[in-house]
């Protein structure tokens, strides 16, 4: 690469970049895309939550019957066509909904950073909204994760009741299985989390839990562009249980790789990582774990989804 820095070749590019990240309601959406806000900053990724492109209030899906997970009580067709204006750069007025009140706050101007990141239940519902999406990405808790993360997030930062998450949850259920679910298929990449073969306990102790990144074959590539492991250092260094398993499947006629990572690795090894990316890439600093004697399997997959992420605007640079 001839770049002394390539997101100064983001920041000067035209071209928005969009990420579009699918799952059901607190699965963990914004924790795997976290790693790319930390390495390009503020100046360069924004976010829309399609929370903001639901139709109806949580007084009028209470009154019809149904949850925001069916795709009536969304507007996607507007989110469809204010898609297609940022990618062109041009501003839109954004909806804002407000989780504390349940009802719509007034619209707000809202103007595309070079990478935008889209984050929903309904992210990869349409061939509308898929059409403009550069990399996709869904995630797929084990639902007794997920409900124990939805019961910690709504009754905590929510303020709703502990009773009133658990009906929730088993009215969406149906829901998730008819309409969320099946978005999968349409994802670059598939992230399952289960609680540790270490330990259920590590997971509220630690945050460490059972890691699984699905992935389909790369279908462009760059010369020089590798991840690797230190093995030494894994031996070396660590004093803490860590896994790591790759198994191939066939899901609708694709081949798929299923990375399996699990427990906790010596940020070390992590560290030897980021600057690999680092010099591969010509995307510096990546330092999105500082200070840590251990990163997860959930921040490891972070890490490898930021490298195949970068491949892939490079790739769009490179060929544009």
Same mark, same amino acid.
């Given at each position: 690469? @001839?770049?002394k820095?390539?997101?100064?070749t983001i920041?000067a +590019?035209?071209?928005i970049?969009?990420?579009?990240?699918?799952g059901? $309601?607190?699965?963990?959406?914004?924790?795997? !895309?976290?790693g790319v806000?930390s390495i390009?900053?503020?100046?360069?990724? +924004?976010?829309i939550?399609?929370?903001?492109?639901?139709s109806?209030?949580?007084?009028?899906r209470k009154?019809q019957?149904i949850?925001a997970?069916?795709?009536?009580?969304?507007?996607?067709d507007?989110?469809e066509q204010?898609?297609i204006q940022? #990618?062109?750069g041009?501003p839109?007025?954004?909806?804002?909904?407000?989780?504390?009140?349940?009802k719509?706050?007034?619209?707000?101007?809202f103007r595309?950073?070079? &990478?935008?990141? =889209?984050?929903? %239940?309904?992210? %990869?519902f349409?061939?509308g909204?898929?059409k403009?999406? @550069?990399?996709?990405?869904?995630?797929?808790p084990?639902?007794?994760?997920k409900?124990?993360?939805? =019961?910690?997030r709504d009754?905590i930062? *929510?303020?709703?009741?502990?009773?009133a998450v658990?009906?929730?949850?088993?009215?969406r259920?149906?829901?998730?299985? *008819?309409y969320?679910?099946?978005?999968k298929e349409f994802a670059d990449?598939?992230?399952? &989390?289960?609680?540790s073969r270490?330990?259920?306990?590590?997971?509220?102790e630690r945050n460490?839990?059972?890691?699984t990144?699905s992935? !389909?074959?790369?279908k462009?590539?760059?010369?020089?562009?590798?991840?690797s492991l230190?093995?030494y +250092?894994?031996? $070396?260094l660590?004093e803490?249980?860590f896994?790591?398993?790759?198994?191939?499947s066939?899901h609708d006629g694709?081949?798929?790789?299923r990375l399996i990572?699990?427990g906790e690795l010596s940020?070390h090894?992590?560290k030897?990582l980021e600057?690999?990316?680092?010099k591969?890439?010509q995307?510096?600093?990546?330092?999105i774990f500082?200070?840590?004697?251990?990163?997860?399997?959930?921040? =490891?997959?972070? %890490? &490898?989804l930021?490298w195949r992420?970068i491949?892939?605007?490079i790739?769009?640079?490179?060929? #544009?």
């Open positions: 690469m @001839d770049y820095n390539f997101k100064d920041a +590019s035209p071209y970049f969009t990420i579009g990240v699918a059901d $309601s607190g699965s963990g959406k914004t924790t795997f !895309t976290q806000r390009f900053g503020n100046d360069l990724v +924004s976010t939550t399609l929370d903001d492109y639901h109806l209030d949580r007084a009028g009154e019957g949850t997970l069916d795709p009536k009580a969304n507007r996607i507007r989110l204010d898609l940022l #990618r062109r041009v839109i007025h954004k909806p804002v909904y407000n989780h504390t009140t349940g719509f706050d007034p619209p707000v101007v595309p950073n070079k &990478i935008l990141i =889209l984050e929903g %239940l309904h992210t %990869l349409t061939p909204l898929r403009y999406l @550069d990399f996709t990405l869904f995630v797929d084990e639902k007794q994760v409900y124990d993360w939805k =019961l910690k009754v930062k *929510r303020g709703y009741s502990r009773d658990l009906k929730e949850i088993s009215e259920e149906p829901e998730y299985e *008819r969320i679910a099946p978005q990449a598939v992230i399952g &989390i289960d609680y270490h330990g259920q306990q590590l997971g509220e460490v839990y059972q890691v990144l992935q !389909t074959r790369m462009q590539s760059i010369e020089n562009i590798d991840l230190d093995l +250092s894994i031996l $070396s660590s803490r249980n896994s790591l398993e790759f198994v191939t066939e694709h081949r798929m790789g990572i699990d940020a090894v992590v030897k600057h690999s990316i680092e591969q890439t995307v510096h600093p990546i330092s500082k200070d840590r004697p251990y990163v997860t399997a959930g921040e =490891l997959a972070q %890490l &490898i930021c992420i491949h892939r605007r790739f769009l640079e490179t060929n #544009r």
